[in-house]
């Protein structure tokens, strides 16, 4: 074999390899993928069995905005309503998600908006680092919806309208995100 030949054939196999390496590389993303949709099934397959084992699902009816004049306690009622079929294996399927439909995001995103009293812009990891603390449903039962900021509620209101967040929509996507959603609506009101 001539030096032309060998080098061309060299040239080959550095393509093969790289090519090797690009499909192991896809591939460990995928099997990521995998273990992630399986999580997210097994939280799914759970929810069923719950539901199946109850007879009838469990519904909520929600009531998304607050008469005129309500006091802090009803409001902090209306609150626990939005929230009271969320479990924590639940809060734990959407945490799971390395890259999370826009929806749940953005649900997420206000949620911690709404708790934190600013206008939110969190990273994925504080957003799953809000959804682990022990405390966090009893957090969002428990806020005050007086003592955040008006500028932060009418931002929430209009990231609400102007996404199409409501209950509905979100329910398609996820029931967890669609009952925070319902909380949004009535802690933004």
Not at 91 to 116: C, F, M, Q, S, T
Request: with cysteine.
């Amino acid at each position: 074999m001539n030096q032309a030949a060998e080098g061309r054939e060299t040239e080959r196999i550095q393509q093969i390899q790289s090519s090797i390496e690009t499909v192991t590389q896809t591939l460990r993303q995928r099997e990521a993928e995998v273990e992630e949709l399986k999580r997210s099934l097994a939280g799914l397959q759970s929810e069923l069995a719950t539901l199946t084992n109850q007879g009838e699902p469990r519904t909520t009816t929600i009531t998304a905005s607050r008469p005129a004049g309500q006091n802090v306690e009803e409001n902090k009622s209306n609150l626990a309503d939005c929230l009271r079929t969320i479990r924590k294996a639940d809060l734990n399927e959407v945490k799971a998600l390395a890259n999370p439909p826009a929806k749940i995001r953005l649900v997420l995103d206000l949620v911690y908006g709404i708790l934190h009293k600013r206008i939110p812009q969190p990273t994925w990891q504080e957003v799953k680092s809000m959804l682990g603390d022990s405390t966090f449903l009893s957090k969002l039962t428990s806020l005050d919806p007086n003592a955040v900021p008006e500028d932060v509620k009418r931002w929430t209101r209009e990231q609400i309208n102007a996404q199409g967040l409501d209950v509905e929509s979100v329910q398609k996507v996820s029931r967890c995100a669609a009952n925070l959603s319902a909380w949004l609506i009535a802690a933004s009101a």
